[in-house]
């Protein structure tokens, strides 16, 4: 979903933080526009970024849920599941030419969904979502307090219910600046454009992030749509805050006939996670990572060739709990 969740320095994963979330229908539009921005605020933290988990595996248990919205024919009614989510992420070496830096990672997240009956037969059914994604980020400083920003995000989102095509590749591209503001650099402002493609459509938009340390580094703000991180530390090995993102994931489908008799061809599922985070310093650059909450406004939405809504079901709230253990650099 595209959930979230964790990359921090040089990707675009991270761990759940609050949102600020105006309308209802922007999970099916706007989804693209919070990569830009997450990608945008932490790619300009390559040589000062506040938290630096540049490694680690995740996994995100949810409470029970059920689909709502469904027509009275479907086999899904009344029949509970629970998401399951892991993610593992790892750094490749990063590339210096001449003044010009290139960071790049590659992520991997597995969305398990799993049924109270497991024998139902339904087309509409999720199960297994795969992704695979890159982040390649290229920064190029202009000045000490100005940098240019190129992003590439090539994802790869599938159920491996059919073979693999180019409708499973999602393409991004961003372009954007950045500035320090302040005698000691701790404000940063990011703007940029961002061109997605997937299944035939591409969708531009613009953003804006903002990242404010304090001088005595006690608080780390980061905001940028959708999202918002908070943290206090409370000792050089203790920090507490709260955590929320919108987390989505669009996949191509094994095209079937749905409800409506029309044809189905690829899927997006969505939620909003929001609650309390712990971050807790074990040994050496290893930390453990606690988060928990509710997970709001979800929903499962399916899609013809023409990008046109099938059908749009809404999911009952969902209690999440998260542990992470990561290797961050910058801190010990």
Excluded at 65 to 81: H, I, M, R, T, V
Excluded at 90 to 109: A, C, D, M, Q
Excluded at 228 to 236: C, E, Q, R, T
Excluded at 304 to 325: C, E
Aim: charged share 20%; with cysteine.
């Amino acid at each position: 979903m595209k959930t979230l969740i964790s990359i921090r320095n040089f990707g675009i994963r991270t761990g759940l933080q609050i949102t600020f979330y105006c309308k209802y229908k922007v999970i099916t539009k706007w989804p693209y526009f919070c990569i830009l921005i997450l990608a945008l605020l932490f790619s300009n933290k390559s040589y000062s970024q506040i938290i630096q988990d540049v490694g680690g595996i995740a996994a995100t248990v949810h409470s029970k849920a059920n689909f709502k919205d469904l027509p009275q024919e479907s086999s899904l009614s009344g029949n509970k599941f629970q998401l399951n989510t892991y993610d593992v992420w790892l750094p490749i070496p990063p590339v210096k030419i001449g003044r010009t830096s290139i960071f790049s990672n590659l992520n991997y997240r597995l969305m398990d969904f799993n049924y109270d009956n497991e024998t139902i037969d339904d087309p509409n059914r999720i199960e297994r979502i795969h992704e695979i994604k890159s982040v390649i980020i290229i920064r190029h400083p202009i000045s000490s307090k100005w940098s240019i920003l190129g992003i590439v995000m090539p994802t790869l989102a599938t159920d491996f219910k059919k073979s693999l095509s180019f409708d499973d590749l999602i393409l991004d591209g961003i372009l954007g600046v950045s500035k320090k503001f302040g005698t000691a650099s701790n404000l940063e402002i990011g703007l940029g454009v961002h061109a997605l493609h997937s299944f035939g459509e591409t969708l531009i938009t613009p953003g804006i992030s903002i990242d404010y340390r304090s001088t005595d580094n006690k608080w780390l703000a980061q905001f940028y749509w959708p999202r918002l991180n908070v943290l206090y530390n409370v000792s050089p090995n203790t920090q507490v805050g709260l955590a929320g993102s919108i987390d989505w994931t669009r996949f191509n489908l094994k095209n079937y006939r749905g409800y409506s008799v029309k044809e189905v061809d690829y899927a997006q599922f969505s939620t909003i996670h929001g609650g309390l985070q712990v971050h807790q310093h074990l040994i050496g650059g290893v930390w453990l990572q606690v988060q928990g909450g509710m997970g709001l406004l979800n929903r499962y939405e399916l899609f013809d060739s023409t990008q046109k809504t099938v059908n749009n079901f809404s999911i009952s709230n969902m209690a999440y709990g998260k542990a992470a253990l990561s290797y961050r650099i910058g801190r010990r």
